[in-house]
């Protein structure tokens, strides 16, 4: 079993939508929680990023993280086509540790 | 600001040959890690490097090696390539101290081994 699991999709939405992202984890140490997006032929690029529990926005994107259930969500509201992409989830044990693990992201396309 | 950039962008080679990846980071970021990311498996971090000397390695075999120099530029080299090692190829650079969650990433290096 993977130490991180996200549904591969794809996704497709209609313009105008609520995304829900998520991702499961089996190590209870993570403590650091990221959301990368990444366009074909480009790197990743980070969208957010949580520390410990609870929940965080940034205009239309809203991360949430419950520890008890080992479980992070990443909301999309009123989606649109530039938001279609691949969406990576991420932790690692601290901040500064460099070991990230990401899961294996989720294809969305964002249909005008 | 010039982003990170890594050369070439696409390398076809054949089994059993060796290639060597090269990252150029961020001015002033001197911390640069590398990733194998796959359709199967995701992002996997191979390892990190910071003021010439690696500080964590990802659970890859030995022939997948890298280097850093002095002006924070850095390669990997993968030996010995087998078809499983046909992948994007990543880098990322940060400013020392940061976390993790502040690394900037490269457009890859699209391998594929024939």
């Known amino acids: 079993q993977k130490e991180v699991e996200q549904d591969p999709g794809p996704l497709s939405v209609p313009e105008g939508a609520i995304v829900s992202l998520n991702c499961t984890y089996s190590n209870s140490a993570f403590q650091y929680f990221m959301w990368y997006r990444q366009y074909s032929r480009k790197g990743p690029e980070l969208l957010m990023y949580t520390y410990s529990s609870g929940n965080k926005e940034d205009g239309r994107f809203t991360a949430q993280v419950d520890k008890s259930s080992k479980y992070i969500s990443l909301f999309i509201r009123d989606s649109q086509p530039s938001d279609s992409a691949t969406y990576l989830c991420a932790m690692s044990l601290s901040g500064g540790y460099q070991k990230v693990t990401f899961g294996t992201g989720t294809k969305l396309q964002v249909i005008p | 600001k010039a982003g990170v950039t890594q050369t070439p962008r696409y390398l076809i080679k054949t089994r059993g040959q060796q290639v060597t990846l090269s990252c150029s980071p961020i001015s002033g970021h001197r911390s640069v890690s590398w990733y194998q990311q796959t359709p199967g498996q995701g992002l996997q971090f191979l390892f990190e490097?910071?003021?010439?000397?690696?500080?964590n390695k990802g659970n890859f075999p030995g022939r997948f090696s890298g280097r850093q120099f002095s002006n924070s530029r850095s390669e990997m080299n993968v030996s010995t390539l087998e078809l499983g090692d046909s992948a994007l190829y990543l880098c990322a650079s940060k400013l020392p101290g940061q976390g993790a969650y502040e690394q900037y990433f490269g457009p890859g290096t699209r391998l594929t081994v024939t």
């Open positions: 490097y910071f003021s010439e000397t690696q500080r």
